[in-house]
């Protein structure tokens, strides 16, 4: 086993706990925004997971794809604060 290998599993490890994390708060989250920013969090874990896929494999073909879950994930939140802000004000 290499290097890189014994490191790859430690970071799937970690990306894992951290998705079971965030796929928690989403569930339990007491408010709309910790389920926001856990979905947020949640997109940039896929992201870290695609990254690391490519790294290890040594390849680019999911870089178009961390690109758009990186938009959307950018979108969601710019999204959800403008809204949130606005929600604010009118109160």
């Known amino acids: 086993m290499t290097v890189l290998e014994i490191i790859a ?5 970690v990306l894992s706990l951290a998705g079971a994390g965030t796929i928690y708060r989403i569930a ?12 947020d969090v949640l997109l940039a874990i896929f992201g870290a997971a695609l990254a690391t896929e490519m790294a290890v494999n040594k390849h680019m ?8 879950l990186t938009v959307i994930g950018f979108l969601g939140s710019v999204t959800v604060a403008r809204f949130v802000g606005h929600k604010k004000e009118d109160a």
């Open 28 to 39: 339990k989250g007491p408010s709309l925004l910790d389920r926001v920013i856990a979905a």
């Open 61 to 68: 073909d999911n870089l178009a794809l961390l690109v758009v």
């Open 9 to 13: 599993i430690i970071v799937a490890v």
